[in-house]
Every structure is written in C-alpha cells, then in structure tokens.
C-alpha cells in the first residue's frame, strides 16, 4: 500500500500524544480542504506538530505555537 497521502495509520494515531504534556493531539486537516493530515494540535499547550509524508513530526523544537 503506498503511503502518497499524508494520512496517520490507526495503530498509531490511537498512541500519539503531544510530546510537551501528554495531552491528546487532534487532526488538523489541509488547507486544500482534502483528507490529508495537514498537522496535529494540542489544545493543552497550543502547539501544533507538522505531519510530513503521513509521519507525525513529533519534535517540540519543530512545533509551531497556535494561538489557543
């Protein structure tokens, strides 16, 4: 199966957390308005990870701030 759309397994959308707080992180969808996973935000601490080729880019150093 070829991994061309920016989508997050299952398995492993079910086990990711933000690494800053261990809350919860959601899906925030492509600007273009498709199904791709864009990024996923933390609401707790307002970061948001970048989702890169459909591999979470889990790095706090890397994560942009939103603004709550």
């Given at each position: 199966?070829?991994?061309?759309h920016?989508?997050?397994?299952?398995w492993?959308?079910?086990?990711?957390?933000?690494?800053?707080?261990?809350?919860?992180?959601?899906?925030?969808?492509?600007a273009?308005?498709?199904?791709?996973?864009?990024?996923?935000?933390?609401?707790?601490?307002h970061?948001?990870y970048?989702?890169?080729?459909?591999?979470p880019?889990?790095?706090?150093?890397?994560a942009?701030?939103?603004?709550?």
């Open positions: 199966m070829s991994q061309s920016q989508t997050i397994e299952p492993l959308r079910g086990i990711i957390r933000c690494p800053q707080c261990k809350g919860e992180v959601a899906d925030v969808a492509a273009d308005g498709g199904t791709d996973v864009a990024e996923l935000r933390c609401d707790t601490c970061l948001a970048p989702v890169e080729g459909g591999v880019v889990l790095l706090v150093d890397l942009r701030r939103t603004d709550g």
